[in-house]
Protein backbone atom coordinates (compact mmCIF):
# COMPACT_ATOMS: atom_id res chain seq x y z
CA UNK A 1 0.00 0.00 0.00
CA UNK A 2 1.19 3.62 -0.69
CA UNK A 3 2.44 5.84 2.17
CA UNK A 4 1.62 8.91 2.58
CA UNK A 5 3.89 10.15 5.47
CA UNK A 6 6.26 12.46 3.55
CA UNK A 7 3.38 14.87 2.52
CA UNK A 8 0.60 16.89 4.05
CA UNK A 9 -2.73 16.72 2.42
CA UNK A 10 -4.30 18.47 0.07
CA UNK A 11 -5.62 22.44 0.93
CA UNK A 12 -2.81 22.02 4.14
CA UNK A 13 0.83 23.51 4.43
CA UNK A 14 3.51 23.50 6.70
CA UNK A 15 4.55 27.21 8.07
CA UNK A 16 8.72 27.52 8.23
CA UNK A 17 10.48 30.47 9.62
CA UNK A 18 9.60 33.56 7.59
CA UNK A 19 6.12 32.36 6.94
CA UNK A 20 5.66 32.17 10.76
CA UNK A 21 7.23 35.68 11.51
CA UNK A 22 5.31 36.84 9.18
CA UNK A 23 2.19 35.34 9.99
CA UNK A 24 1.93 35.94 14.11
CA UNK A 25 2.99 39.62 13.37
CA UNK A 26 0.03 40.33 11.32
CA UNK A 27 -2.09 37.96 14.01
CA UNK A 28 -0.79 40.12 16.61
CA UNK A 29 -1.64 43.73 14.61
CA UNK A 30 -4.97 42.82 14.35
CA UNK A 31 -5.17 41.73 17.62
CA UNK A 32 -3.96 44.75 19.54
CA UNK A 33 -7.17 46.47 17.65
CA UNK A 34 -8.91 44.51 18.84
CA UNK A 35 -7.87 44.26 22.55
CA UNK A 36 -7.99 48.30 22.50
CA UNK A 37 -11.46 48.09 22.03
CA UNK A 38 -12.10 46.15 24.85
CA UNK A 39 -12.72 42.50 22.77
CA UNK A 40 -11.81 39.64 24.70
CA UNK A 41 -10.31 36.20 23.53
CA UNK A 42 -11.73 32.80 23.29
CA UNK A 43 -11.26 30.09 22.19
CA UNK A 44 -12.98 26.70 21.05
CA UNK A 45 -12.27 23.30 20.02
CA UNK A 46 -11.60 22.34 16.81
CA UNK A 47 -13.45 19.44 16.60
CA UNK A 48 -17.45 20.06 17.21
CA UNK A 49 -20.38 17.80 16.78
CA UNK A 50 -21.85 18.15 13.22
CA UNK A 51 -25.30 18.76 15.19
CA UNK A 52 -23.64 22.35 15.97
CA UNK A 53 -23.61 23.07 12.50
CA UNK A 54 -26.43 21.41 11.34
CA UNK A 55 -29.44 23.68 12.56
CA UNK A 56 -29.67 25.02 8.92
CA UNK A 57 -28.20 22.28 6.51
CA UNK A 58 -28.56 25.23 3.77
CA UNK A 59 -25.39 26.91 5.96
CA UNK A 60 -22.67 24.13 5.83
CA UNK A 61 -23.51 21.56 3.18
CA UNK A 62 -22.83 18.07 4.14
CA UNK A 63 -19.78 17.66 1.50
CA UNK A 64 -17.86 20.38 2.40
CA UNK A 65 -17.28 19.83 5.87
CA UNK A 66 -14.70 17.37 7.39
CA UNK A 67 -15.94 14.24 9.46
CA UNK A 68 -14.54 11.88 11.71
CA UNK A 69 -16.35 9.97 14.48
CA UNK A 70 -16.25 9.68 18.38
CA UNK A 71 -15.97 7.00 20.34
CA UNK A 72 -19.88 6.32 20.50
CA UNK A 73 -19.91 6.59 16.65
CA UNK A 74 -21.33 10.18 16.91
CA UNK A 75 -20.73 12.28 14.13
CA UNK A 76 -17.95 15.10 14.29
CA UNK A 77 -17.06 17.81 12.33
CA UNK A 78 -13.76 19.74 12.11
CA UNK A 79 -15.06 23.40 12.66
CA UNK A 80 -15.81 24.80 9.29
CA UNK A 81 -16.72 28.38 10.89
CA UNK A 82 -15.78 30.65 13.75
CA UNK A 83 -19.29 32.73 14.36
CA UNK A 84 -21.41 29.24 15.01
CA UNK A 85 -19.47 28.11 17.94
CA UNK A 86 -19.38 31.57 19.23
CA UNK A 87 -23.22 31.48 19.29
CA UNK A 88 -23.35 28.35 21.14
CA UNK A 89 -21.02 29.69 23.54
CA UNK A 90 -22.87 32.64 24.35
CA UNK A 91 -26.39 30.89 24.44
CA UNK A 92 -25.12 28.32 26.76
CA UNK A 93 -22.09 29.86 29.09
CA UNK A 94 -22.15 33.11 28.43
CA UNK A 95 -26.37 33.16 29.21
CA UNK A 96 -25.99 34.75 32.19
CA UNK A 97 -23.64 37.70 31.45
CA UNK A 98 -24.44 41.58 31.13
CA UNK A 99 -24.42 42.33 27.21
CA UNK A 100 -23.28 43.32 25.41
CA UNK A 101 -20.19 40.56 24.74
CA UNK A 102 -17.30 41.89 23.21
CA UNK A 103 -15.68 38.42 21.67
CA UNK A 104 -12.50 37.83 19.40
CA UNK A 105 -10.73 34.85 18.24
CA UNK A 106 -7.91 33.37 16.37
CA UNK A 107 -8.66 29.76 14.98
CA UNK A 108 -8.43 27.90 11.64
CA UNK A 109 -11.70 26.77 10.16
CA UNK A 110 -11.92 23.66 7.77
CA UNK A 111 -13.31 23.02 4.51
CA UNK A 112 -13.85 20.31 2.34
CA UNK A 113 -12.36 22.47 -1.29
CA UNK A 114 -12.77 20.99 -4.88
CA UNK A 115 -9.35 19.58 -5.22
CA UNK A 116 -6.33 21.10 -7.59
CA UNK A 117 -8.14 24.20 -7.48
CA UNK A 118 -5.13 25.84 -5.11
CA UNK A 119 -7.68 26.80 -2.18
CA UNK A 120 -7.12 26.20 1.40
CA UNK A 121 -8.66 23.49 3.10
CA UNK A 122 -7.55 24.78 6.69
CA UNK A 123 -7.32 28.74 6.74
CA UNK A 124 -6.61 30.72 10.24
CA UNK A 125 -9.22 33.54 10.66
CA UNK A 126 -9.23 35.99 13.21
CA UNK A 127 -12.44 38.01 13.80
CA UNK A 128 -14.47 39.81 16.27
CA UNK A 129 -18.18 39.28 17.60
CA UNK A 130 -20.13 41.68 19.46
CA UNK A 131 -23.25 40.55 20.86
CA UNK A 132 -26.58 42.20 22.26
CA UNK A 133 -27.13 45.29 20.38
CA UNK A 134 -29.54 45.83 17.95
CA UNK A 135 -28.43 50.00 17.59
CA UNK A 136 -26.36 51.95 15.03
CA UNK A 137 -23.61 52.24 17.44
CA UNK A 138 -23.02 48.72 17.42
CA UNK A 139 -22.64 48.80 13.41
CA UNK A 140 -20.55 51.99 13.76
CA UNK A 141 -18.16 49.92 16.27
CA UNK A 142 -17.69 46.88 14.20
CA UNK A 143 -17.56 48.55 10.64
CA UNK A 144 -14.61 51.25 12.52
CA UNK A 145 -13.16 48.35 14.12
CA UNK A 146 -12.59 46.91 10.38
CA UNK A 147 -11.66 49.79 8.50
CA UNK A 148 -9.03 49.99 11.31
CA UNK A 149 -7.96 46.07 10.16
CA UNK A 150 -7.89 46.97 6.68
CA UNK A 151 -5.31 50.19 6.92
CA UNK A 152 -3.06 48.49 9.55
CA UNK A 153 -1.63 46.27 6.55
CA UNK A 154 0.93 47.09 3.64
CA UNK A 155 -1.63 46.23 0.58
CA UNK A 156 -1.50 49.38 -1.79
CA UNK A 157 -5.06 50.13 -1.56
CA UNK A 158 -7.91 49.13 0.59
CA UNK A 159 -11.65 49.28 0.36
CA UNK A 160 -14.83 48.32 2.02
CA UNK A 161 -18.26 47.18 0.73
CA UNK A 162 -21.72 47.37 2.41
CA UNK A 163 -24.64 45.91 1.35
CA UNK A 164 -27.82 44.77 3.34
CA UNK A 165 -29.11 41.02 3.18
CA UNK A 166 -32.70 42.39 3.64
CA UNK A 167 -32.78 44.55 0.56
CA UNK A 168 -33.16 40.93 -1.69
CA UNK A 169 -35.20 39.00 0.74
CA UNK A 170 -37.86 41.44 0.78
CA UNK A 171 -37.56 42.06 -3.04
CA UNK A 172 -37.68 38.46 -3.70
CA UNK A 173 -40.13 37.44 -1.12
CA UNK A 174 -42.77 40.01 -3.06
CA UNK A 175 -42.28 36.80 -6.07
CA UNK A 176 -45.13 34.62 -6.11
CA UNK A 177 -42.64 31.32 -7.37
CA UNK A 178 -40.86 28.57 -5.67
CA UNK A 179 -38.38 28.54 -2.86
CA UNK A 180 -36.33 26.38 -5.48
CA UNK A 181 -36.68 29.21 -8.52
CA UNK A 182 -35.62 32.15 -5.34
CA UNK A 183 -32.34 30.14 -4.67
CA UNK A 184 -31.23 30.19 -7.89
CA UNK A 185 -32.38 33.27 -8.45
CA UNK A 186 -30.29 34.61 -5.72
CA UNK A 187 -27.55 32.19 -6.75
CA UNK A 188 -27.38 34.38 -9.99
CA UNK A 189 -27.42 37.75 -8.61
CA UNK A 190 -24.54 36.54 -6.33
CA UNK A 191 -22.35 35.29 -9.53
CA UNK A 192 -23.74 38.54 -11.25
CA UNK A 193 -24.60 36.24 -13.69
CA UNK A 194 -27.22 38.62 -15.80
CA UNK A 195 -28.40 36.41 -18.84
CA UNK A 196 -29.35 33.23 -16.99
CA UNK A 197 -31.08 35.81 -14.21
CA UNK A 198 -33.09 37.89 -16.88
CA UNK A 199 -34.51 34.24 -17.96
CA UNK A 200 -35.28 32.89 -15.15
CA UNK A 201 -37.09 36.03 -14.57
CA UNK A 202 -38.72 36.49 -17.70
CA UNK A 203 -40.37 32.87 -17.35
CA UNK A 204 -41.99 34.08 -13.81
CA UNK A 205 -43.26 37.41 -15.54
CA UNK A 206 -42.67 40.62 -16.21
CA UNK A 207 -43.78 43.37 -13.49
CA UNK A 208 -41.77 45.87 -11.25
CA UNK A 209 -40.31 43.30 -9.08
CA UNK A 210 -38.47 41.40 -11.86
CA UNK A 211 -37.97 44.05 -13.50
CA UNK A 212 -35.86 45.45 -10.08
CA UNK A 213 -34.18 42.02 -9.34
CA UNK A 214 -32.71 41.96 -12.81
CA UNK A 215 -31.29 45.06 -11.86
CA UNK A 216 -30.28 44.09 -8.64
CA UNK A 217 -26.50 42.74 -9.60
CA UNK A 218 -26.09 45.84 -11.51
CA UNK A 219 -26.38 48.10 -8.08
CA UNK A 220 -23.14 48.74 -7.00
CA UNK A 221 -20.86 50.83 -6.76
CA UNK A 222 -20.57 54.72 -5.27
CA UNK A 223 -23.13 56.78 -3.75
CA UNK A 224 -25.65 56.94 -6.97
CA UNK A 225 -26.55 53.40 -6.29
CA UNK A 226 -29.07 54.42 -3.54
CA UNK A 227 -31.01 56.82 -6.14
CA UNK A 228 -30.64 53.90 -8.43
CA UNK A 229 -32.12 51.70 -6.31
CA UNK A 230 -34.74 54.42 -4.95
CA UNK A 231 -36.04 54.88 -8.93
CA UNK A 232 -36.07 50.72 -8.91
CA UNK A 233 -38.45 50.08 -6.89
CA UNK A 234 -40.52 51.37 -3.81
CA UNK A 235 -42.42 50.67 -0.99
CA UNK A 236 -42.32 51.33 2.44
CA UNK A 237 -39.96 48.42 4.02
CA UNK A 238 -37.36 48.62 1.20
CA UNK A 239 -37.05 52.36 1.27
CA UNK A 240 -36.65 52.33 5.21
CA UNK A 241 -33.62 49.47 4.47
CA UNK A 242 -32.15 51.77 1.78
CA UNK A 243 -32.50 54.97 4.18
CA UNK A 244 -30.99 52.91 7.29
CA UNK A 245 -28.03 51.83 4.51
CA UNK A 246 -27.51 55.13 3.05
CA UNK A 247 -27.30 57.32 6.31
CA UNK A 248 -24.47 54.48 7.70
CA UNK A 249 -22.80 55.07 4.25
CA UNK A 250 -22.55 57.93 4.57
CA UNK A 251 -21.19 57.87 8.19
CA UNK A 252 -18.68 55.37 7.47
CA UNK A 253 -17.44 57.31 4.48
CA UNK A 254 -16.28 59.58 7.13
CA UNK A 255 -14.21 57.22 8.26
CA UNK A 256 -12.61 55.47 5.32
CA UNK A 257 -9.78 57.79 4.92
CA UNK A 258 -7.53 57.16 1.88
CA UNK A 259 -9.62 53.66 1.27
CA UNK A 260 -12.56 53.50 -1.16
CA UNK A 261 -15.90 52.80 0.23
CA UNK A 262 -18.62 50.94 -2.40
CA UNK A 263 -21.83 49.74 -2.11
CA UNK A 264 -23.36 46.57 -3.56
CA UNK A 265 -27.13 45.82 -2.99
CA UNK A 266 -26.27 42.49 -5.19
CA UNK A 267 -24.27 41.20 -2.14
CA UNK A 268 -26.07 38.10 -1.27
CA UNK A 269 -23.89 35.15 0.32
CA UNK A 270 -25.04 31.21 0.09
CA UNK A 271 -24.50 30.36 3.95
CA UNK A 272 -26.31 33.77 4.65
CA UNK A 273 -27.55 33.80 8.26
CA UNK A 274 -27.06 37.62 7.97
CA UNK A 275 -30.10 39.60 8.93
CA UNK A 276 -29.25 43.29 8.03
CA UNK A 277 -25.94 45.15 7.25
CA UNK A 278 -23.17 42.96 5.73
CA UNK A 279 -19.93 43.96 5.20
CA UNK A 280 -16.75 42.95 2.31
CA UNK A 281 -13.19 43.97 3.20
CA UNK A 282 -11.07 43.37 -0.27
CA UNK A 283 -7.01 44.54 -0.46
CA UNK A 284 -5.21 45.18 -3.18
CA UNK A 285 -3.48 42.22 -4.74
CA UNK A 286 -5.73 39.45 -3.36
CA UNK A 287 -8.45 37.66 -5.48
CA UNK A 288 -11.03 36.99 -3.39
CA UNK A 289 -12.37 39.35 -0.12
CA UNK A 290 -10.18 39.30 2.80
CA UNK A 291 -13.13 40.40 5.25
CA UNK A 292 -16.67 39.45 5.79
CA UNK A 293 -19.10 39.84 7.91
CA UNK A 294 -22.55 41.19 9.12
CA UNK A 295 -25.14 41.31 11.57
CA UNK A 296 -26.89 38.07 12.59
CA UNK A 297 -29.69 38.72 14.91
CA UNK A 298 -31.60 35.05 14.37
CA UNK A 299 -28.38 32.94 14.58
CA UNK A 300 -27.63 32.63 18.51
CA UNK A 301 -31.87 31.96 18.72
CA UNK A 302 -31.50 28.57 17.17
CA UNK A 303 -29.29 27.36 20.25
CA UNK A 304 -32.31 28.91 22.17
CA UNK A 305 -31.05 32.60 23.36
CA UNK A 306 -32.36 35.80 20.70
CA UNK A 307 -30.36 38.28 20.92
CA UNK A 308 -28.83 40.49 18.67
CA UNK A 309 -25.19 40.24 17.38
CA UNK A 310 -23.02 41.42 14.97
CA UNK A 311 -18.75 40.48 13.68
CA UNK A 312 -16.45 39.98 11.32
CA UNK A 313 -13.51 37.59 10.13
CA UNK A 314 -10.39 38.49 8.33
CA UNK A 315 -8.26 35.93 6.72
CA UNK A 316 -5.30 36.20 8.28
CA UNK A 317 -3.72 33.45 5.88
CA UNK A 318 -4.86 36.13 2.73
CA UNK A 319 -3.25 39.05 4.99
CA UNK A 320 0.31 37.22 5.51
CA UNK A 321 0.13 36.70 1.70
CA UNK A 322 0.00 40.09 0.83
CA UNK A 323 2.27 40.99 3.85
CA UNK A 324 5.12 38.71 2.03
CA UNK A 325 4.69 40.13 -1.21
CA UNK A 326 5.34 43.74 -0.03
CA UNK A 327 8.52 42.26 1.89
CA UNK A 328 7.50 42.56 5.49
CA UNK A 329 10.74 42.44 7.44
CA UNK A 330 11.89 39.55 9.19
CA UNK A 331 15.39 38.76 9.99
CA UNK A 332 17.03 35.93 12.13
CA UNK A 333 18.34 38.02 15.32
CA UNK A 334 20.93 35.89 16.71
CA UNK A 335 23.30 38.28 19.32
CA UNK A 336 26.21 35.36 20.74
CA UNK A 337 27.00 31.96 20.07
CA UNK A 338 28.81 30.71 23.18
CA UNK A 339 31.46 27.80 22.36
CA UNK A 340 32.44 25.97 25.39
CA UNK A 341 35.44 23.93 25.34
CA UNK A 342 35.56 20.15 26.50
CA UNK A 343 34.81 19.87 30.11
CA UNK A 344 33.23 23.16 30.14
CA UNK A 345 29.89 22.33 29.10
CA UNK A 346 28.57 23.53 32.05
CA UNK A 347 30.02 26.54 32.07
CA UNK A 348 28.98 27.42 28.88
CA UNK A 349 25.34 26.67 29.50
CA UNK A 350 25.41 29.25 32.07
CA UNK A 351 27.27 31.72 30.88
CA UNK A 352 24.31 31.42 27.84
CA UNK A 353 21.67 31.53 30.53
CA UNK A 354 23.59 35.16 32.28
CA UNK A 355 23.86 36.64 28.57
CA UNK A 356 20.05 35.69 27.68
CA UNK A 357 18.78 37.39 31.07
CA UNK A 358 20.17 41.04 30.06
CA UNK A 359 17.66 40.18 27.05
CA UNK A 360 19.83 38.77 24.21
CA UNK A 361 19.36 35.97 21.92
CA UNK A 362 22.41 33.22 22.16
CA UNK A 363 22.72 29.91 20.80
CA UNK A 364 25.04 27.74 22.37
CA UNK A 365 27.31 26.07 20.03
CA UNK A 366 27.03 22.50 19.19
CA UNK A 367 30.55 21.86 17.09
CA UNK A 368 33.82 20.60 18.42
CA UNK A 369 35.85 23.11 17.71
CA UNK A 370 36.15 26.98 17.59
CA UNK A 371 36.85 27.24 13.78
CA UNK A 372 33.52 24.87 12.86
CA UNK A 373 32.08 27.81 15.21
CA UNK A 374 33.33 30.49 13.84
CA UNK A 375 32.17 29.25 10.04
CA UNK A 376 28.72 28.50 11.38
CA UNK A 377 28.51 31.91 12.55
CA UNK A 378 29.78 33.89 9.38
CA UNK A 379 27.21 31.79 7.55
CA UNK A 380 24.51 33.03 9.54
CA UNK A 381 25.47 36.64 9.88
CA UNK A 382 26.32 36.11 13.99
CA UNK A 383 29.24 38.51 14.80
CA UNK A 384 29.62 37.25 18.71
CA UNK A 385 31.52 34.97 19.79
CA UNK A 386 31.94 33.79 23.37
CA UNK A 387 34.47 31.35 24.26
CA UNK A 388 34.11 29.48 27.48
CA UNK A 389 37.53 28.04 28.56
CA UNK A 390 39.64 27.12 31.83
CA UNK A 391 40.22 30.88 31.76
CA UNK A 392 36.79 32.02 31.13
CA UNK A 393 35.38 29.67 33.63
CA UNK A 394 37.55 31.29 36.34
CA UNK B 1 -0.95 54.20 -15.54
CA UNK B 2 -2.52 51.54 -13.27
CA UNK B 3 -2.03 47.83 -13.83
CA UNK B 4 -3.14 46.80 -17.07
CA UNK B 5 -6.88 45.06 -17.68
CA UNK B 6 -5.85 41.26 -17.83
CA UNK B 7 -7.99 39.25 -20.28
CA UNK B 8 -7.63 35.49 -20.44
CA UNK B 9 -8.89 34.30 -23.67
CA UNK B 10 -9.86 30.88 -24.45
CA UNK B 11 -7.08 29.29 -27.33
CA UNK B 12 -8.89 28.32 -30.26
CA UNK B 13 -12.30 29.30 -31.96
CA UNK B 14 -13.46 31.25 -29.09
CA UNK B 15 -10.03 33.60 -29.16
CA UNK B 16 -10.79 34.26 -32.76
CA UNK B 17 -14.34 34.87 -32.41
CA UNK B 18 -13.05 37.27 -28.79
CA UNK B 19 -10.25 38.87 -31.44
CA UNK B 20 -12.92 39.55 -33.75
CA UNK B 21 -14.69 41.38 -31.60
CA UNK B 22 -12.80 42.98 -29.56
CA UNK B 23 -11.18 44.56 -32.88
CA UNK B 24 -14.61 45.79 -33.74
CA UNK B 25 -15.27 47.58 -30.46
CA UNK B 26 -11.91 49.38 -31.79
CA UNK B 27 -8.92 47.33 -29.91
CA UNK B 28 -5.90 47.18 -31.40
CA UNK B 29 -5.14 43.25 -31.37
CA UNK B 30 -2.22 42.99 -34.16
CA UNK B 31 -0.32 41.42 -31.48
CA UNK B 32 -2.95 38.83 -30.23
CA UNK B 33 -3.18 37.98 -34.65
CA UNK B 34 0.46 38.33 -34.96
CA UNK B 35 1.65 36.26 -31.32
CA UNK B 36 4.56 33.99 -32.13
CA UNK B 37 4.98 31.99 -29.08
CA UNK B 38 4.09 34.57 -26.94
CA UNK B 39 1.22 33.94 -24.09
CA UNK B 40 1.06 37.45 -22.56
CA UNK B 41 -0.15 40.06 -25.06
CA UNK B 42 -0.57 43.82 -25.03
CA UNK B 43 -3.29 45.45 -26.82
CA UNK B 44 -1.70 48.10 -27.95
CA UNK B 45 -4.16 51.12 -27.91
CA UNK B 46 -5.31 50.45 -24.39
CA UNK B 47 -4.63 49.65 -21.36
CA UNK B 48 -4.75 46.08 -21.72
CA UNK B 49 -3.18 42.97 -22.26
CA UNK B 50 -4.38 39.78 -23.35
CA UNK B 51 -3.76 36.15 -22.02
CA UNK B 52 -4.15 33.12 -23.85
CA UNK B 53 -4.66 29.72 -21.99
CA UNK B 54 -7.18 26.73 -22.49
CA UNK B 55 -10.75 26.69 -20.81
CA UNK B 56 -10.25 25.42 -17.60
CA UNK B 57 -7.45 27.25 -16.85
CA UNK B 58 -9.16 30.83 -17.79
CA UNK B 59 -11.45 29.99 -15.10
CA UNK B 60 -8.41 29.16 -12.74
CA UNK B 61 -6.83 32.39 -13.51
CA UNK B 62 -10.29 34.42 -13.22
CA UNK B 63 -11.04 33.06 -9.94
CA UNK B 64 -7.49 33.89 -8.52
CA UNK B 65 -7.64 37.14 -9.48
CA UNK B 66 -4.19 36.95 -11.34
CA UNK B 67 -6.55 37.95 -14.54
CA UNK B 68 -8.94 40.25 -14.38
CA UNK B 69 -11.55 38.86 -17.02
CA UNK B 70 -12.18 36.05 -19.16
CA UNK B 71 -13.86 34.20 -21.90
CA UNK B 72 -14.60 31.39 -21.80
CA UNK B 73 -17.66 28.30 -23.16
CA UNK B 74 -20.40 28.22 -20.73
CA UNK B 75 -19.49 24.03 -21.26
CA UNK B 76 -16.37 24.74 -19.07
CA UNK B 77 -18.46 26.99 -16.45
CA UNK B 78 -21.15 24.50 -15.90
CA UNK B 79 -18.56 21.71 -15.42
CA UNK B 80 -15.84 23.78 -13.33
CA UNK B 81 -18.31 25.72 -11.57
CA UNK B 82 -16.52 28.37 -9.39
CA UNK B 83 -16.24 31.67 -7.54
CA UNK B 84 -17.06 34.58 -10.39
CA UNK B 85 -19.24 36.80 -12.01
CA UNK B 86 -20.36 36.07 -15.21
CA UNK B 87 -21.61 39.27 -16.85
CA UNK B 88 -22.16 38.93 -20.32
CA UNK B 89 -23.56 36.17 -22.95
CA UNK B 90 -21.49 36.85 -26.16
CA UNK B 91 -23.41 35.20 -27.90
CA UNK B 92 -20.99 33.46 -30.09
CA UNK B 93 -19.59 29.91 -29.86
CA UNK B 94 -23.30 28.42 -29.56
CA UNK B 95 -23.55 24.40 -29.06
CA UNK B 96 -25.59 22.53 -26.61
CA UNK B 97 -24.74 19.90 -23.94
CA UNK B 98 -27.28 16.63 -25.05
CA UNK B 99 -28.16 13.42 -23.72
CA UNK B 100 -27.50 11.08 -27.53
CA UNK B 101 -27.45 6.98 -27.61
CA UNK B 102 -27.64 4.36 -30.26
CA UNK B 103 -30.55 5.35 -32.97
CA UNK B 104 -33.14 3.59 -32.22
CA UNK B 105 -32.57 2.07 -28.59
CA UNK B 106 -34.63 3.05 -25.81
CA UNK B 107 -32.81 4.69 -23.48
CA UNK B 108 -34.83 4.73 -20.46
CA UNK B 109 -36.19 1.10 -20.82
CA UNK B 110 -35.96 -1.44 -18.07
CA UNK B 111 -34.66 -1.16 -14.80
CA UNK B 112 -30.77 -1.59 -14.84
CA UNK B 113 -28.44 0.83 -13.98
CA UNK B 114 -27.17 2.53 -17.06
CA UNK B 115 -23.68 3.46 -17.88
CA UNK B 116 -23.03 7.44 -19.70
CA UNK B 117 -19.71 8.31 -20.70
CA UNK B 118 -18.53 11.73 -21.07
CA UNK B 119 -16.16 14.34 -20.75
CA UNK B 120 -18.11 15.81 -18.70
CA UNK B 121 -18.72 14.23 -15.68
CA UNK B 122 -20.21 17.04 -13.23
CA UNK B 123 -22.78 17.74 -16.40
CA UNK B 124 -23.44 14.30 -16.12
CA UNK B 125 -24.13 14.00 -12.66
CA UNK B 126 -26.50 16.68 -11.94
CA UNK B 127 -28.55 16.07 -15.08
CA UNK B 128 -29.78 12.49 -13.74
CA UNK B 129 -29.29 13.60 -10.32
CA UNK B 130 -32.25 15.85 -11.14
CA UNK B 131 -34.13 13.41 -12.68
CA UNK B 132 -33.05 10.95 -9.36
CA UNK B 133 -31.69 8.57 -11.39
CA UNK B 134 -28.83 6.50 -10.76
CA UNK B 135 -26.14 5.73 -13.41
CA UNK B 136 -22.38 4.98 -13.96
CA UNK B 137 -20.28 7.58 -15.30
CA UNK B 138 -17.43 6.36 -17.17
CA UNK B 139 -14.88 9.58 -17.74
CA UNK B 140 -14.00 9.54 -21.74
CA UNK B 141 -10.95 11.70 -22.83
CA UNK B 142 -11.19 11.63 -26.41
CA UNK B 143 -14.06 10.87 -29.11
CA UNK B 144 -17.06 9.88 -27.07
CA UNK B 145 -18.97 8.48 -29.87
CA UNK B 146 -16.79 5.70 -29.40
CA UNK B 147 -18.31 4.55 -25.79
CA UNK B 148 -21.67 3.17 -26.57
CA UNK B 149 -20.81 1.78 -29.86
CA UNK B 150 -18.31 -0.09 -28.38
CA UNK B 151 -21.40 -0.85 -25.88
CA UNK B 152 -18.80 0.34 -23.07
CA UNK B 153 -21.89 3.07 -21.99
CA UNK B 154 -25.64 3.21 -23.50
CA UNK B 155 -25.60 6.93 -24.03
CA UNK B 156 -23.46 9.78 -23.84
CA UNK B 157 -23.41 13.31 -22.65
CA UNK B 158 -21.98 15.81 -24.84
CA UNK B 159 -21.40 18.86 -26.48
CA UNK B 160 -23.51 18.86 -29.93
CA UNK B 161 -22.94 21.71 -32.48
CA UNK B 162 -24.69 19.84 -35.99
CA UNK B 163 -25.05 17.00 -34.77
CA UNK B 164 -23.11 15.64 -37.73
CA UNK B 165 -20.34 13.68 -35.93
CA UNK B 166 -23.35 11.54 -34.07
CA UNK B 167 -24.97 10.93 -37.11
CA UNK B 168 -22.07 9.43 -38.81
CA UNK B 169 -21.74 7.25 -36.01
CA UNK B 170 -25.21 6.09 -36.07
CA UNK B 171 -26.17 8.26 -32.78
CA UNK B 172 -28.97 10.63 -32.17
CA UNK B 173 -29.44 13.05 -29.85
CA UNK B 174 -32.97 12.19 -27.70
CA UNK B 175 -32.29 15.06 -25.14
CA UNK B 176 -30.99 18.77 -25.05
CA UNK B 177 -29.37 19.07 -21.51
CA UNK B 178 -28.60 22.75 -21.40
CA UNK B 179 -27.40 25.27 -24.56
CA UNK B 180 -24.46 27.04 -24.35
CA UNK B 181 -22.30 29.94 -25.66
CA UNK B 182 -19.24 32.11 -24.85
CA UNK B 183 -19.37 34.22 -21.74
CA UNK B 184 -17.42 37.04 -20.14
CA UNK B 185 -16.32 36.23 -16.68
CA UNK B 186 -14.82 38.62 -14.33
CA UNK B 187 -12.94 38.61 -11.10
CA UNK B 188 -14.97 39.42 -7.61
CA UNK B 189 -12.76 41.26 -6.28
CA UNK B 190 -11.63 42.92 -9.93
CA UNK B 191 -14.71 44.36 -10.33
CA UNK B 192 -15.33 46.26 -7.23
CA UNK B 193 -11.62 47.31 -7.18
CA UNK B 194 -11.74 48.88 -10.98
CA UNK B 195 -15.44 49.00 -11.53
CA UNK B 196 -14.83 52.11 -14.01
CA UNK B 197 -12.95 50.30 -16.29
CA UNK B 198 -14.66 46.80 -16.17
CA UNK B 199 -17.63 48.52 -16.89
CA UNK B 200 -16.56 50.72 -19.60
CA UNK B 201 -15.11 48.08 -21.57
CA UNK B 202 -18.47 45.30 -20.96
CA UNK B 203 -20.22 48.75 -22.59
CA UNK B 204 -18.26 48.94 -25.56
CA UNK B 205 -18.40 45.36 -25.99
CA UNK B 206 -21.97 44.94 -25.58
CA UNK B 207 -22.86 47.52 -28.21
CA UNK B 208 -20.58 45.84 -30.35
CA UNK B 209 -22.22 42.47 -30.29
Known amino acids: MKKYDLITPEGTKDLLFDECIIRQAAEEKIHRIFKSRGYSELLTPDIEFYDVFNHRSEYFPQERLLKLTDNKGRLLVLRPDNTIPIARIVATRLKDSRLPLRLYYNQSVFNNE ?17 IGSSSKMAELEVISAAIEVLRTNMADSFSLEIGDSRFFKELVNKLDTSDDNKELIREYIEAKNYPALNDILDTIGKNEVTHALKRLPRLFGGEEVFEKASRLFSDSSLDSIL ?34 VIIKGYLEGYGSEVLSGGRYDKLINDFGYDVPAIGFAVNVDAVTKIEMKHGAGTERNVDAVVFAEKGFEMQGIKKAEELRKNGQTVETSLFDTIEETREYCHENGISKIITVDEKEAE | MSKPLRIALTKGRLEKDTVGLLEKAGFDCSAVRDKGRKLILPIQNAN ?20 DMGVVGKDTIIEMSGKFFELVDLGFGRCKFALAVKKGTDFYAGYGVKTIATKYPNVARTFFESKGMDVDIVKIEGSVELAPLLELSNGIVDIVETGTTLKENGLEVIEDIVPISARLIVNTVSLKLRQKEIEDLIKTIEENL
Not at chain 1, 114 to 130: A, D, F, M
Not at chain 2, 48 to 67: F, P, Q, S, W
Open chain 1, 114 to 130: PSLKGRSTQTLQTGIEL
Open chain 1, 243 to 276: AELKELYNQVSQLMGEGALTVDLGMVNRTDYYTG
Open chain 2, 48 to 67: MEVVLAKANDVITYVEHGVC
